[in-house]
Each structure stands twice: as structure tokens, then as C-alpha cells.
């Protein structure tokens, strides 16, 4: 068995993922082929979905999709920016009163 790596690039509305195994890279697509994926990903009761997918059925599934985490990178808990952005997403920033940072919690089935 042959060593493999996964390269993620993360961004604010996009993102993609490559895998590197024997000396050759591939750009993972999703199940429409796409090679860019939207940041975002939706949990329901049975299953996870990311990208495009999620995407699709974020009307369905807001309260248990997660989007725009990278603007929380680098980010306290209390910072001014996080403080305002925090009203409107549709997912619960926790604090973690060990380090300043915070937790996401989503709610799936109304649980």
C-alpha cells in the first residue's frame, strides 16, 4: 500500500480538495463533477453533505449547515467582528472559556 496525501485550500466561498498518490495529484470533484466545492457543509439526521450539495440544501437544513467559518479564523470569541456577524448565522458560537476561542453548535431536528 502506497502513501497518499490530502491537500485541502479552504476559502471564504470556495474551496477544493486534490489528492497526491504515487507521484500524481488529482483536484477531487463532487458527485456533479465539480471541482470547486462551495465552504459550506449541512448535517442532517443520516447523513453529512459538503459543498455544492450542502449548498442546494441549505434552505432545507439551516440550522444544521455551517458557512463563512473562515472569517472565524484567527478570531477570539469577543472580537467586535465576530460579535456582529454572530447575529445573523443560523449556527451557535459557544465560548471556550479555556482559550478565548468558541465552539460551533448546530441544531439538527430541532435537538
Known sequence: MSDYYIGID????FS???AFKDG???IIPDCFGEKLHQ?????????IFFGNLSK???SLYINSSIYNILQLIGKNYKDKYIEEK???WPFKLL?????????ISININNE
Not at 10 to 13: A, D, K, L, P, V
Open 10 to 13: 479552504f476559502g471564504t466561498s
Open 16 to 18: 477544493s480538495f486534490s
Open 56 to 58: 442546494k440544501l441549505l
Open 24 to 26: 500524481e495529484l488529482q
Open 39 to 47: 465552504s459550506c457543509i449541512t448535517f442532517n439526521e443520516k447523513d
Open 86 to 88: 454572530k447575529k445573523y
Open 95 to 103: 465560548e471556550d472559556t479555556n482559550n478565548n476561542r468558541y465552539k
